[in-house]
């Protein structure tokens, strides 16, 4: 039988442990969630280089120094094998994510808003980054990355703020990064290309690699809707009133597949990756192919 003391005691751990978990937003719990669903079906952000974990073996090629022959490994075939350990250099990414009125458009009440679930992506990215010894910060925070735990109790705190939940900028601000940095912008991206061209040439122009990672409400890319519908704009616009929307939705359509099209070909010319995510879609899905894309880059 346990004495007193040791349940008291034991009782008020519990305690601590409960009012500790209770204080992490619930962001950061559901972005934990999500990247542990995605990091069981992939790899790290392996590369090679200098550092003591080993990676794997290859054969040997001239150039190779000879230090790098594993000569046991090699004993058991006839070629020449070289060990090769991962980079254990951390890499910088700066996360960014649109907090503009536009993002709290969702169509039915059953969706998250295009702004919730662009906040459970980029936490949940950065779950992954820093599990895999990255440094991560926010873009226009005005924090200096970090890593570890620390790194992201701090991220979801300014992600969760009221006083840093809305902004009416739907591109970043420019700001001066480190060569060779990432970045990762999330937003419905409907802004002008001329102005998402900037801030990516902006970017672009300090060698930093990026991602853009397109949110839309499913409504923004079918436009059910039928017979006369008013419409209201979330960012001042004056408000529209269609007789028959069913008459219109094949040229919103292609106005739609136009600015994807441009959208995708700036990012091809600058080197980085773009993809579109649908709100009525798992977000699983927009994470493993956003790290993908880092892994990529890792390489």
Known sequence: MASPTLGATTLRAQQRAEGLAA?????????????????????GRRRVGLGETFWQF???QPGDSPQMIDWRQSGKTQPVYVRENE?????????????????DYRS??????????????????????????ERVGLL???QRPDHGKFALNRMAGQMTDPRNAHSP???PQPEPLPRHAQVVLVGDLLSPLPEIHATVSALTGRGVRGHLLQILDPAEETLPYEGRVEFEGFEGEEELLVPRV???????????????DGLDALARTAGWTYAVHRTDRPPQTALLGLWGALAREAV
């Open 108 to 133: 039915v009440n059953g969706l998250p808003t295009k702004r919730e679930r662009a906040d459970l992506l980029t936490l949940a990215a950065a779950v992954l980054l820093v599990r895999g010894g």
């Open 58 to 60: 290859r054969r040997y």
């Open 23 to 43: 204080t992490l937003p619930p962001l950061l719990v559901a972005a934990e969630r999500v990247a542990s669903t995605v990091a069981q079906g992939v790899h």
């Open 87 to 103: 980079w254990e250099a951390a890499q910088t990414v700066w996360l960014w994510r649109d907090r503009s009125p536009s993002m």
């Open 140 to 142: 226009n925070s005005g």
């Open 169 to 171: 900028d739907a591109l």
């Open 246 to 260: 069913e008459a219109v939705r094949e040229t919103y359509l292609e106005r739609l597949r136009a600015h994807q």
